[in-house]
């Protein structure tokens, strides 16, 4: 069955850095794009970055712009997360997702699949 698993989260200090990992099972990545999403407590689940199923089409949320790269190993079945200059408002759980119908990527609706979460944590 299909699975989507996150690693990679934890404690970090504002300016640091972490990167998450997105393994997936029971199909094959290569055929479909990916998002990382995150949900901070009290508020919506939100987009942050899109990787269609080649590297051409990639997409980010304003806040994190110039801080996070999404990337994907095809081979790996393995979508990741790198998050550099972390701020106190990265916190969140986040969340990567498959999509199953075409429309603005950051709509949650538009994913099927998603994992359980990792936590992440940016405090001093």
């Known amino acids: 069955q299909v699975a989507l698993v996150e690693s990679g989260g934890g404690l970090v200090q504002p300016g640091g850095s972490l990167r998450l990992s997105c393994t997936a099972s029971g199909f094959t990545l290569a055929y479909y794009a990916m998002a990382w999403f995150r949900q901070a407590p009290g508020k919506e689940r939100e987009g942050v970055s899109f990787?269609?199923?080649?590297?051409?089409?990639?997409d980010y949320a304003d806040s994190v712009k110039g801080r996070f790269t999404i990337s994907r190993d095809n081979a790996k079945n393995t979508v990741y997360l790198q998050m550099n200059n972390l701020k106190s408002e990265d916190t969140a759980v986040y969340y990567c997702?498959?999509?199953?119908?075409?429309?603005?990527?950051?709509?949650?609706?538009?994913?099927?699949?998603w994992g359980q979460g990792t936590q992440v944590t940016v405090s001093s």
């Open positions: 990787i269609g199923h080649t590297d051409e089409n990639i």
């Open positions: 997702a498959r999509v199953y119908r075409s429309g603005y990527w950051a709509d949650p609706s538009k994913y099927d699949y």
